[in-house]
């Protein structure tokens, strides 16, 4: 996710504003879901640690703007486990729900289980705001 | 336990009493008793297994004459415990069976609460018979596994190869904790007089000839039965049994107990997922599955665009909040509740969904909301 400069350009797009906000909305949502479950399950201990890698580099990379421009420097991200397999099919549940690289299928449809209910209710309550805004 | 069991006004149901405790304990003595009617108890072979409340009343039971045991039918139909769960509840039980030998089982565990009957039920039932019942219900098969493993520490103690689980043979017992009946055809050879140590060879023997009186299914292939799954690991570990015709050996019982836990995930599975009731087939399940979380995901995002646009800020000081660490105060805001279904078999959490800081400038702040919302 790269995020714009506010300093450097001081200007920016109504459009860049509303994905700024929505990303950060999002953030926000994802955060506070996984703060609930807290450590308990693998996924949220994996999102929390995705959100907090996000965070920390941008806000190294806002520092470093700040001091020239130019160098982008890229913080390398730690390798989570890697766990090598034969071509699954449950490979694509693995990319959607966090941290579901490494764990075996077994826990994986568990944490799935729990991740689907979790996400339903985040829907849920961001409906809710959303109605109550709206009206 | 009360005491010394004097207080039982009925000496006769107390030496009834007496001699279900006492089998176990001089169970190995005393084969040929066994040889016909009655299913001892098998598995507690140490009194040990009792709990240290009942061992000082170990030896007036061993003083109860055997005979005793035989002469009363009905115990034959009714004691088909398998195995004492570890607490002294169950010493305390005994004496309440009100008719402890007339009586069936079932009246038996009627007349104790649900949470004991639970506790002999599943103490009792061989691990086959909860093994064919996880795959019914899940929340059965957790209060089984829990129970299962809080068995093998007691367990633990007995020889190898030289535990065997019996169920009843009328089926009544087990049915109100289990939805019993077509999964207790499945199991082997359930009734067995034999009683003790030499469990092997006896067991299979009595198998072979109990197996024509039991029920019609299960009349076929006896054979099979006697390499039974005692290879399977002990001490700590989910005891499983070979059901009957499928292999015995240890890595392919590891194998079925992965895959029907995989299986009952997947069921799980589908119960969340709308929709997916008439799908078979782990395939097709997983697609579904796959299309389900994408389809939520990007209704969290879809729904984070709105909120963005609805919520006309100029400053989002949402970073600052997260560095914070105010998330995770719940500061006694609205509380939005009943969101979801009612009942569910997880544990309750409460989420703080955000704690929000807009302002328009600096003098203007805003706080929008931090919702609880509990899920049940």
Redesign the interface.
Known sequence: MKRSNRLGTGFQSNEEIRKRNTQRIKTVADRSMARVVGPRKIWSRALLFKLRNRARIQVGLRKRCLVSKKKKVLRKEKKVQVISREPNRADNLRKLVPGGDSMDICSLLEETAHYIKCLATQVKVMQSIADLYST | MDGSGDNNGDLGYQNRAESVMNCPSSGMNTNPFYASAWDPVVSLSRPGNFVGSSTGSQSEFSNSPFPIVMENPGISNTCHLVRYPSDSGFIELVPKFPGFGSGNFSEMVGSLGLTDCSQIVNAGCPPNYKEANNESTSHGAQRQEDHQLSEETTIGALPNGKRRRRVAESNSPFDPNKNAEGEFQKYPSGESSDSAKELDEKKQKIEQNRGANSCGKQVVKQTKDNPQSREAPKENYIHVRARRGQATNSHSLAERV?RE??SE??R??QE??PGCNKITGK?VM?DE??N???S??Q???F?????????P?LY?D??RI??KDI??SRGGNEA?RG??PGT?S?PV??????T?HTSHSKSQSTFF?S?S?Y?R
């Open positions: 992965r836990k995989i995930r997947m799980m599975l969340l997922v395939a997983l599955i796959i389900y979380v994408q939520l995901q209704q969290v995002e729904l984070s665009m709105k909120l963005a646009t609805v919520n800020e989002n949402v970073e997260q560095s998330l995770h939005i969101l979801s569910n997880h959490f409460t989420w703080d969904f955000s929000w909301s919702t919302c899920i």
